[in-house]
């Protein structure tokens, strides 16, 4: 496990934007996994680990666009239509086995490679069959219904760059090309659990003035869905002595330590006390809402996450700053996810200085678009707001207010879920 650097958490100062916070731990996080070798079908999520380069082009020949008739183009009349004798047959997997002649055409299906020379291809449809001949109409161009060798990809050309995620269709265009491996970042074990007498989960009984443990579910759900192994360490009393024990235990085989709750000045908060027993604690000075109070620091070589006590703010602090945390623990070369313009339908009134997220439903708006309606309340226990609401409206330092009709940037939940 690599070692983090000591100051790798610590915002000493006056309050820091999350875009400046964020762009100074890229400078100082160390990538913590080591790289290793995996099946495609197991590559899902993982993060490449270096460049694939093509060993072969794609498509590996020139091969036909459609179903039809191939034939050399400098046969064909220029005044009129062609009659040419077909004397091949070429389908996908099968190629015509000799060279193609001038003065003939022959039999081609889509995705079959094209006979030596020949570079153009009838459709089936625009042809007439005459016996052993075709009638190909006049005025086809050059090289119609023909894909190039390499077309695609080009042998030895770069087609995955190291520190990319991996999806679906990087996981195809890796198999088009015969890779059945991909070496990747190794996978980040991640501690989880939840702290409070009041906290129960959902398998117990909750005794009067007792709640459900919404925050660990939700948490190791998107940790998991980075293709992090999680570890459940349940829910801890607020007892010093329990905490620690535990946390000091959890951080010798993780790479991180994922609590929510615990970790604001109350006196019955103690993960803060217990994580500077056994490393460094930071509390981040953002000006961000929901997220107050969020934590990060070290327990030895294992990078520590404090997420807030409500379940929403639980959750978009884990989507907007510990996601980018993790992924540039496992070496990922993108950790922001992507915003999208779009219109308000909503009036808003926020604190300037502040970057606020606003929960929000996307709709339709005919041709001018897509818009986005707020969530009507902006509770940071109403977890019912993350179920109906599509994304967050991000709000940015520089406004105290936003107006139906204004273009404001949009986080769906399916960019940061996982």
């Not at 009659?83 to 193609?100: M, Q, S």
């Not at 950790?335 to 909503?346: L, N």
Request: glycine share 10%; with cysteine; charged share 25%.
């Amino acid at each position: 496990m690599a070692q983090l650097k000591d100051d790798c958490f610590a915002f000493g100062g006056e309050l820091m934007s999350i875009t400046d916070a964020l762009a100074l731990l890229r400078e100082r996080i160390t990538i913590v996994v080591d790289p290793e070798i995996v099946e495609l079908r197991s590559a899902l999520g993982r993060i490449l680990s270096h460049d694939i380069i093509s060993n072969r082009s794609v498509p590996p020949h020139d091969n036909s666009a459609v179903d039809g008739y191939a034939v050399f183009f400098e046969d064909l009349n220029a005044d009129g239509d062609t009659r040419i004798p077909v004397t091949g047959r070429v389908a996908a997997g099968h190629p015509l086995g000799r060279p193609a002649r001038q003065g003939e055409a022959v039999r081609i299906f889509t995705g079959a490679p094209m006979p030596d020379g020949m570079e153009t291809v009838f459709m089936e449809e625009d042809c007439e069959a005459d016996g052993n001949d075709v009638i190909c109409p006049v005025g086809l161009k050059q090289g119609a219904n023909c894909r190039k060798k390499g077309e695609d990809i080009e042998q030895g050309s770069v087609i995955l760059k190291a520190g990319q995620r991996l999806r679906p269709q990087e996981l195809g265009l890796a198999a088009s090309v015969g890779i059945k491996e991909l070496k990747v970042m190794g996978t980040l074990r991640v501690a989880v659990f939840s702290t409070g007498d009041e906290v129960y989960d959902p398998n117990d009984q909750a005794p009067e003035g007792g709640i459900f443990d919404a925050n660990r579910y939700s948490v190791m759900s998107m940790l998991e869905a980075m293709s992090c192994h999680v570890t459940d360490l349940g829910i801890l009393p607020d007892d010093k002595e329990a905490i620690a024990v535990a946390i000091g235990g959890a951080a010798e085989d993780h790479h991180v330590i994922v609590t929510s709750g615990g970790v604001s000045a109350g006196e019955e908060d103690h993960v803060k006390a217990a994580v500077e027993r056994h490393g460094k604690l930071d509390f981040w000075r953002l000006a961000i809402k929901p997220g107050r109070p969020i934590a990060l620091g070290r327990l030895g070589n294992a990078a520590f996450i404090g997420l807030p006590g409500n379940p929403v703010a639980a959750m978009v602090t884990f989507m907007v700053i510990a996601r980018s945390v993790l992924l540039m623990l496992m070496g990922a070369a993108e950790t922001t996810a992507t915003r999208y313009p779009v219109t308000a339908a909503f009036s808003y009134k926020k604190k300037m200085g502040r970057r606020e997220w606003v929960r929000a439903t996307l709709s339709e708006t005919g041709g001018a678009g897509l818009s986005v309606q707020k969530f009507r309340s902006s509770g940071a226990g109403i977890l019912t707001s993350m179920v109906a609401a599509d994304g967050l409206v991000e709000l940015p330092e520089d406004i105290d207010s936003i107006a139906s009709g204004d273009v404001v940037q949009f986080l769906p939940f399916n960019e940061v879920s996982g």
